[in-house]
Protein backbone atom coordinates (compact mmCIF):
# COMPACT_ATOMS: atom_id res chain seq x y z
CA UNK A 1 0.00 0.00 0.00
CA UNK A 2 1.52 3.19 -0.86
CA UNK A 3 1.30 6.40 1.32
CA UNK A 4 0.34 9.60 0.47
CA UNK A 5 3.36 12.85 1.55
CA UNK A 6 3.32 15.99 0.93
CA UNK A 7 6.46 17.81 -0.90
CA UNK A 8 7.60 21.45 -1.05
CA UNK A 9 9.66 22.17 -4.27
CA UNK A 10 10.08 25.29 -5.99
CA UNK A 11 7.97 25.59 -9.46
CA UNK A 12 11.34 25.18 -11.67
CA UNK A 13 11.61 21.97 -10.28
CA UNK A 14 8.43 21.23 -10.30
CA UNK A 15 8.86 21.78 -14.54
CA UNK A 16 11.79 20.38 -14.71
CA UNK A 17 10.46 17.03 -12.57
CA UNK A 18 7.34 16.78 -14.57
CA UNK A 19 9.53 16.59 -17.46
CA UNK A 20 11.87 14.04 -16.64
CA UNK A 21 9.18 12.19 -15.47
CA UNK A 22 7.46 12.69 -18.60
CA UNK A 23 10.40 11.91 -20.78
CA UNK A 24 10.60 8.43 -18.57
CA UNK A 25 7.11 7.64 -19.11
CA UNK A 26 6.16 8.18 -15.29
CA UNK A 27 4.39 10.63 -13.00
CA UNK A 28 6.72 12.98 -10.63
CA UNK A 29 5.70 10.61 -7.86
CA UNK A 30 7.02 7.69 -9.69
CA UNK A 31 10.23 9.29 -10.46
CA UNK A 32 10.72 10.72 -7.00
CA UNK A 33 10.16 6.65 -5.57
CA UNK A 34 13.10 5.79 -8.13
CA UNK A 35 15.23 8.54 -7.09
CA UNK A 36 14.72 7.51 -3.14
CA UNK A 37 14.28 3.89 -4.15
CA UNK A 38 18.01 4.30 -5.77
CA UNK A 39 19.61 6.37 -3.18
CA UNK A 40 18.53 4.11 0.29
CA UNK A 41 20.88 1.53 1.34
CA UNK A 42 19.51 -2.12 0.65
CA UNK A 43 17.39 -3.70 3.47
CA UNK A 44 20.06 -5.79 5.66
CA UNK A 45 19.98 -9.63 4.90
CA UNK A 46 19.20 -11.66 7.43
CA UNK A 47 21.95 -14.27 8.46
CA UNK A 48 20.06 -16.97 6.72
CA UNK A 49 19.72 -15.41 3.43
CA UNK A 50 23.08 -14.43 3.55
CA UNK A 51 24.38 -18.51 3.95
CA UNK A 52 21.91 -19.10 0.87
CA UNK A 53 23.89 -20.65 -2.03
CA UNK A 54 27.16 -20.67 0.22
CA UNK A 55 27.85 -24.21 1.05
CA UNK A 56 28.41 -27.05 -1.56
CA UNK A 57 28.04 -30.87 -1.24
CA UNK A 58 31.12 -32.75 -2.42
CA UNK A 59 29.77 -35.74 -4.92
CA UNK A 60 30.84 -39.12 -3.28
CA UNK A 61 32.73 -41.75 -5.65
CA UNK A 62 30.23 -43.68 -8.13
CA UNK A 63 29.39 -46.78 -5.75
CA UNK A 64 31.04 -46.00 -2.46
CA UNK A 65 27.66 -44.49 -1.17
CA UNK A 66 24.32 -46.45 -2.13
CA UNK A 67 21.76 -43.88 -0.84
CA UNK A 68 23.85 -41.17 -3.30
CA UNK A 69 23.96 -43.61 -6.00
CA UNK A 70 20.08 -44.55 -5.94
CA UNK A 71 19.10 -40.76 -5.36
CA UNK A 72 20.84 -39.13 -8.09
CA UNK A 73 19.43 -42.01 -10.48
CA UNK A 74 15.90 -41.12 -9.39
CA UNK A 75 16.48 -37.19 -8.72
CA UNK A 76 19.53 -36.06 -11.39
CA UNK A 77 18.64 -38.15 -14.32
CA UNK A 78 21.96 -36.73 -16.15
Not at 11 to 24: G, L, M, N
Not at 58 to 72: F, K, M, N
Amino acid sequence: MKIRITITIDPETHRRAKSAARSRNTSVSGLIESLLQAAAPPPARSLVDGLIGSASLRAPEAGTDRLYDALSVKYLKS
